[in-house]
């Protein structure tokens, strides 16, 4: 055998090996995010709301990424809990999506039913969670949570959202 031939093999693995780059997964707590209904509100439908600034490109620079760097985010785990010391109590069911200013609004989470009298839950997440690296790539964004409520209310309805959020990164 020739000695080119020798080394060409372990010169393509490794040039081969530095073209396909590596992944890495961090992870993004939303910390608490306050969600607002505002009264009166009617037994059914009703949507709370709370901005959430998530600064992903200082997040990332604190890991060392970039924000063309994303590849895909996925939420983990989204959890609701009562602003007050009491339990949740009048909410049938919760779903909670993400919206933006220039983007279509996607799920992220939803609970059917919600357990009666808990002062905190976890939401299951959603599935299909396509596009939400773009919605955390905005300024602010909008967490809505559309509550099911069992009975009319003239006082607003305060609840915590948090959300847990793996971000895939290309290295």
Partial sequence: MHPFRAYILPVLATVWLAACGSKETVVLESGPITLTAAGPLFEG??????????????????????????????????ALSSSTVGPMTGIRSVTMMLASDTLDMIQIAVLNPL?????????????????????????????????????????????????????QLDR
């Fill in 115 to 167: 357990p009666a009298d808990t002062a905190s839950t976890a939401l299951t997440t959603a599935t299909e969670q396509a596009g939400l690296e773009k919605h955390l790539k905005q300024a602010v964004v909008t967490v809505v949570a559309d509550l099911d409520l069992d009975a009319d209310s003239e006082q607003d309805r305060q609840l915590i959202g948090t959300l847990t959020i793996e971000l």
């Fill in 45 to 78: 439908s009703n949507t709370a709301q709370g901005e959430w600034k998530p600064d992903l490109e200082g997040f990332l620079k604190s890991h060392g990424a970039r924000l063309d760097q994303l590849s895909s985010a996925r939420v983990t785990a989204a």
